[in-house]
């Protein structure tokens, strides 16, 4: 750009200097020869101010096409910066979902264990209150047809029974109790993620 100024004004002085090189008219008076010297004087103080403006243009132009050029780089990288971080969090949105649905899955797998450990837990409980009535049947018949030390062996033998059902029993009720915190922490970390 500063070229073509510079080109233009060359040919602006070399024309001034063919008008002010050219020959006068000779018309016989002094002040007509003044009058072209001092036409072409205000010409040449016309066409520097017009350059100095033209020049003026060019930089201020030149200074706000830089800022444009340089904002729009600053937002370019806001934009790729907002490009990465939505990236970013689709990310974490696709991980949150993922741990979501494992932690489902474990809780439907542990409330089945739950629910199959209550149904043998019942189910000993039952067997448990019939070994209770078989004992008691069984009591009511060694008293008649027993001695006492027959009746205290077999009485014993069924207590010791009782006692390892008792601790089976206990042994799931716990399971029961530990298998149902486990599924409670699972439901609240499941909560808390959605």
């Known amino acids: 750009m500063k070229m073509i100024w510079g080109l233009w004004l060359l040919c602006l002085a070399g024309t001034l200097r ?3 090189a050219g020959p006068l008219r000779k018309t ?3 002040e007509n020869t003044a009058a072209p010297h ?3 004087n ?3 103080f016309g066409v520097i101010q017009l350059s100095e403006s033209f020049n003026y243009v060019y930089e201020t132009t030149e200074a706000k096409i830089a800022k444009i ?3 729009l780089r600053r937002h370019e990288g806001a934009l790729q910066k907002l490009g990465r971080e939505t990236e970013q969090a689709a990310e ?3 991980q949150i979902k993922e741990v979501i649905h494992l932690l489902q899955a474990q809780m439907a797998k542990q409330q089945a264990q739950t629910e199959t450990t209550k149904d043998r837990l019942a189910s000993i409980e039952r067997e448990e209150v019939e070994l209770k009535t078989k004992v008691k049947k069984l009591e009511m018949y060694l008293n008649t047809k027993m001695s006492i030390k027959d009746l205290q062996e077999r009485a014993e033998e069924q207590s010791n029974t009782l006692k390892s059902l008792q601790y089976l029993t206990q042994f799931q009720k716990e399971n029961i109790e530990t298998q149902n915190e486990k599924l409670s922490k699972l439901q609240k970390m499941s909560e808390a993620l959605t």
């Open 18 to 20: 063919a008008v002010h």
């Open 28 to 30: 016989g008076k002094t």
């Open 38 to 40: 001092e036409e072409v």
């Open 42 to 44: 205000v010409l040449m």
């Open 69 to 71: 050029s340089q904002t």
């Open 92 to 94: 974490v949105e696709q």
